[in-house]
């Protein structure tokens, strides 16, 4: 049990040595020491404030969460305050609007026409907005620092490339998406993004570590954005070292409804379950929402398989059998804000670290474990921090 115990730990804390503390120091060329910038608010040298725009991928829950989470953390960090509880349960343009009316700031304004969206994950709205966005860089000037929320999100903002200083959150996989060049280095210098190393690779194992099988179902767009989303290059990178199979099931998520999203998904869940597949991975994809993930977990109580989210344990507390638990996005916005807070104080977005490494927990849902005649080892319930006993 002892050995299998190190085996997990291990797992967990991969081979990444990096830490939160790196946000707070520059990137360096070898023998320059690295510089600190300061995170204290301040105005531009004019006196003025710093205008902040938006733009997201698509509808997507995730998006509004971290932008509520940075915000919350620029409040923190006393750049601003609020007027009112932040709602729940908005859109990201709904919610930006919000912020804009209700931020009361002597150093930031979030500028309430600076939101920009290719309709609800629309390819073909994808190079309009683009032009849209570098027309009103290049012709006002008016936008001193952009978040950017998404993989298709950053993805633009890469490719439209300087001037304005831009902070991508919400992504899956920023390297598998060609936003950054690498873990070390963006590549451009108004580019910053977060990025886990490994995240995906030691969740396969770590998964296998517990449920060892030989065949794995997956569901995911084929489309190189939905192969980013689904960590497609992850899973076949762990399957090769683990030897296992990938059974995968294609479902189509962009440019269509979230209805017609979620319907698709559902299907190829199902149609995995209906193959006996020995386990599945749970991915990212616009079909997989914080509602549609518990008809998702029945499929795969009812054929008795290990189910795992990449989400983390707010899908395992609907009902998935287990998943790495993530950060509060409390930490990943204040992560975010103490960028912006840097980049205002003179940092280039490619000095900062871009490198982040979430606690490495367990979520186990023994509700699940038991409809699925899944008998947990004493050591993975020592190992679990999350643990649900109703499977919903």
């Keep these: 049990m002892i050995s299998r115990l190190i085996a997990i730990i291990f797992i967990l804390m991969g081979l990444c040595t990096a830490t939160l503390a ?14 600190v910038f300061k ?3 301040v105005n531009k040298a004019d006196g003025s404030r710093w205008r ?6 698509g509808e997507y829950s995730e998006y509004p969460a971290t932008l509520a989470a940075v915000i919350q953390g620029l409040q923190r960090l006393g750049w601003l305050t609020l007027d009112a509880d932040m709602p729940r349960g908005l859109s990201g343009h709904e919610l930006w609007i919000w912020l804009s009316q209700h931020t009361q700031s002597k150093y930031l304004e979030l500028v309430k026409d600076a939101w920009w969206q290719p309709g609800n994950f629309d390819a073909e709205q994808r190079a309009p907005m683009r032009q849209a966005i570098a027309q009103r860089i290049e012709q006002k000037h008016d936008i001193d620092l952009i978040i950017a929320m998404g993989t298709w999100a950053g993805q633009d903002m890469r490719q439209i490339g300087p001037p304005v200083p831009t902070i991508v959150g919400s992504t899956s ?14 590549g451009r210098d108004n580019l910053h993004t977060r990025i886990e190393p ?19 179902g997956i569901v995911y767009e084929d489309s190189e954005a939905g192969r980013t989303y689904a960590a497609v290059s992850a899973v076949e990178q762990v ?3 683990l030897d296992f199979t990938i059974r995968r099931c294609h479902a189509q998520s962009s440019s269509i409804s979230t209805e017609a999203a979620i319907d698709n998904a559902l299907k190829c869940y199902q149609q995995l379950a209906d193959q006996n597949v020995e386990a599945v991975y749970v991915t990212t994809h616009r079909g997989v929402t914080l509602t549609s993930v518990r008809s998702i977990a029945h499929i795969f109580e009812k054929a008795k398989i290990p189910s795992f989210s990449m989400a983390g344990s707010k899908e395992v507390e609907q009902g998935i059998l287990l998943s ?32 982040w490494v979430d606690p490495p ?8 474990a038991r409809i699925i005649g899944f008998d947990p080892p004493v050591d993975i319930l020592l190992a679990a921090d999350e643990v649900y006993e109703i499977a919903p």
């Excluded at 790196?22 to 510089?35: F, K, L, N, R």
């Excluded at 996989?173 to 280095?185: E, T």
């Excluded at 030691?202 to 030989?214: A, D, N, S, T, Y």
């Excluded at 927990?361 to 699940?368: C, D, M, R």
């Design 22 to 35: 790196a946000q707070h120091v520059s990137t360096s060329e070898p023998g320059i020491p690295a510089q």
């Design 39 to 41: 995170t204290t608010p």
């Design 52 to 57: 902040i725009g938006y733009v997201e991928s």
């Design 173 to 186: 996989d920023p390297l598998a998406a060609k936003i950054a060049d690498s873990a070390a280095d963006s």
């Design 198 to 216: 490994e995240r995906y690779q030691r969740q396969v194992r770590l998964f296998h570590e517990i449920v060892p099988f030989k065949e794995l």
């Design 239 to 241: 399957g090769r070292e």
């Design 324 to 355: 790495l638990a993530q950060a509060d996005t409390t930490y990943v916005g204040l992560f975010h804000a103490e960028t912006i807070a840097r980049i205002f104080n003179g940092a280039k977005p490619r000095q900062l670290s871009q490198l």
């Design 361 to 368: 927990k367990i979520a186990l849902n023994l509700g699940t």
